[in-house]
């Protein structure tokens, strides 16, 4: 059932004023509260009533709130592709082992100095090292899957393969921590909770980058997307080439996720639980609609947790990857308690 296409205007334009909305309660709120007048003020080019309120905005909370639209707007994206291609409800951006490939990248730098002594330590406190590492490590595991991806046709295989990646790079991980100090492993556990809050305007630009070339890919793919809702026999009666439509839907997921958990960390449950939330609302399968709903949702379901592990005139800071599974987690449930139509 479809609706409207009035309907859809509606819907959109409603996600967009959340947005806004969800942007300026994270501008505002924090362990140092600055009133709304004082953040457009900012944006104005006016001088605030405290001259430390603009350091604050436009140093630490805009990058802030970007990247948290970044990291909830692409997992959200990457979640519908993996969930679309393996017709799989319960499939997430990190089926295939990409996010376990960039903890075992970061694992390799936090903690793998352990296993190598004689060698000069890399200066872990760099985050550029840590988001190269990760990178490196979500992108050797994404080579890997491309190339089983070229010898399985079996898409379910392929996505076993995935889940059967990551548990070997979870079980690496495990021998580094095993091996590593109490200072390496405290420094992995941090990473290992995500944030959206440790990025520079340069590091920014990066992750901008890789996750606007992952949603180019996925623009291109809308069609073979909604071929392959019905089936892969009837995607190639429709002229879609598999094998190339399987690869670009591979590529945009790893660049979206992969990406991602280099620069955030491993971030759960958005992936999983906003595209069914987005179908909830827009009742269509139709990926032309739900891209867009579903980044847009992400990244305001991202601005929302972060503001909530803010705790606002708070200055303590909650892990965001458990503020995003204490919601993601109840919503999933929800879903499969209710026997909702999950659309598969």
């Known amino acids: 059932m479809s609706m409207p296409k009035l309907s859809y205007t509606v819907w959109f334009l ?14 505002s709120l924090g362990s140092v509260s600055i009133p709304l007048k004082d953040t457009f003020a900012v944006f104005l080019g006016n001088s605030p ?38 017709r799989n409800p319960l499939a997430g ?3 295939l082992g990409i996010s376990s490939g960039a903890s075992l990248g970061a694992a ?57 990646f990551g548990s070997i790079t979870a079980a690496l991980v495990s021998v580094l921590a095993y091996f590593s100090n109490a200072a390496q492993l405290q420094r992995f ?77 491993p971030i759960a449950f958005v992936g999983l639980a906003v595209p069914h939330l987005t179908r909830q609302l827009f009742h269509t399968m139709d990926h032309k609609v739900l891209v867009p709903a579903v980044f847009l949702y992400g990244g305001i379901l991202m601005l929302l947790c972060d503001t ?9 800071v909650l892990p965001i990857n458990a503020i995003t599974s204490l919601i993601g987690a109840p919503v999933v449930i929800w879903l499969l308690v209710k026997k909702r139509r999950l659309f598969f």
Do not use: H
């Open 189 to 265: 556990i941090f990473w290992s909770f995500g944030s959206v809050g440790n990025l520079s305007w340069a590091q920014l630009g990066m992750l901008t980058a890789v996750v606007t070339i992952g949603l180019l890919i996925t623009l291109f793919s809308l069609k073979s997307l909604n071929a392959f809702l019905l089936g892969e026999n009837y995607a190639k009666s429709l002229g879609v080439s598999l094998k190339t439509s399987k690869y670009a839907i591979i590529i945009a997921t790893g660049l979206l996720a992969g990406g991602i958990t280099a620069f955030a960390g």
């Open 108 to 164: 390799l730098l936090l903690m793998g100095t352990s296993l190598l002594a004689g060698y000069t330590t890399i200066e872990l406190s760099n985050s550029f090292s840590l988001a190269i590492a990760a990178s490196i490590g979500s992108f050797l595991v994404l080579f890997v899957v491309l190339v089983v991806a070229n010898r399985v046709r079996d898409t379910m295989a392929l996505l076993i393969i995935g889940l059967m």
């Open 93 to 95: 951006p990190f089926v």
């Open 14 to 27: 409603l996600l967009v004023i959340a947005l806004v909305v969800s942007v300026l309660c994270n501008l």
């Open 49 to 86: 009533e405290k001259e430390s309120w603009k350091y604050i905005i436009t140093d630490y909370r805009v990058p802030k709130a970007l990247t948290a639209i970044l990291v909830g707007g692409g997992l959200a994206v990457s979640g519908l592709l993996m969930q679309t291609l393996f």
């Open 308 to 316: 909530i592990a803010q705790l606002p005139n708070s200055a303590q």
